[in-house]
């Protein structure tokens, strides 16, 4: 099956520092990815769709300044936290969807987890 | 990463009839959740079930968890062809893991 990597698999940095997490679709070509956010024991949120050579389309209520998205390549997509705050700390997820025709499917990387301190 | 594992992969279903597809997993849980996506957008989530819960409802959805089986199934009753999407199950043990999804078509 497809596969989709993250780095780091996790970071700690200090408040006020920027950090870049990424997402790479290893065999298969990504038009879409999509960057979910989580917190502890709470469920999976939609931050933000990423589409190769586009700007990204953040949802509601998430800072298009504070999380930097850049979709450059069709199996790069790259999420930057900047000037990073404790209350930033939460899981990452990615999610890339190939975007042929009438298919559902999407492939998860396996998620980063930031630690602010 | 991936622990949660749905079935069945695929469903058609007539407009009005209930679609139930279920999702199984491997270890100890705290919660489980249940996932929509249209084709070519992002996740939405639909319910989230916990550990000591057994069933849950929300609208035309129902939501079952048997942690001694280690499954879940979600029920959504009198289907409408907005209903057709991929539905995933995901489950949170420290790290979230996603099912592969079920595809449900809805035919008006």
């Known amino acids: 099956g497809a596969v989709v990597s993250q780095h780091p698999s996790w970071v700690i940095c200090k408040s006020g520092t920027s950090v870049k997490i990424e997402c790479r679709s290893l065999?298969?070509?990504?038009?879409?990815m999509f960057w979910y956010r989580q917190f502890p024991k709470q469920s999976l949120m939609l931050m933000a769709t990423?589409?190769?050579?586009?700007?990204?389309?953040?949802e509601q209520g998430v800072e298009k300044d504070k999380f930097l998205i850049n979709h450059a390549s069709l199996t790069l997509s790259t999420l930057t936290v900047t000037s990073a705050h404790p209350e930033d700390s939460s899981f990452y997820i990615c999610?890339?969807?190939?975007?042929?025709?009438?298919?559902?499917?999407?492939?998860f990387g396996p998620g980063t987890r930031l630690t602010v301190t | 990463s991936q622990q949660g594992e749905e079935d069945p992969q695929a469903l058609s279903i007539q407009e009005g009839e209930n679609a139930t597809m279920n999702c199984s997993y491997k270890t100890s849980i705290n919660n489980l959740q249940w996932y929509r996506q249209n084709s070519g957008r992002g996740l939405v989530h639909l319910i989230l079930?916990?550990?000591?819960?057994r069933e849950k409802h929300s609208g035309r959805l129902r939501v079952t968890l048997d942690t001694s089986k280690k499954s879940s199934s979600l029920l959504i009753t009198a289907s409408r062809a907005a209903d057709t999407a991929s539905y995933f199950c995901?489950?949170?043990?420290?790290?979230?893991?996603f099912g592969t999804g079920t595809s449900l078509t809805v035919i008006p």
């Open positions: 995901a489950t949170d043990m420290d790290q979230f893991y």
């Open positions: 065999d298969f070509q990504a038009t879409t």
């Open positions: 990423s589409n190769e050579g586009s700007k990204a389309t953040y």
């Open positions: 079930i916990r550990s000591n819960e």
């Open positions: 999610s890339a969807h190939s975007g042929l025709a009438d298919s559902y499917e999407q492939y």
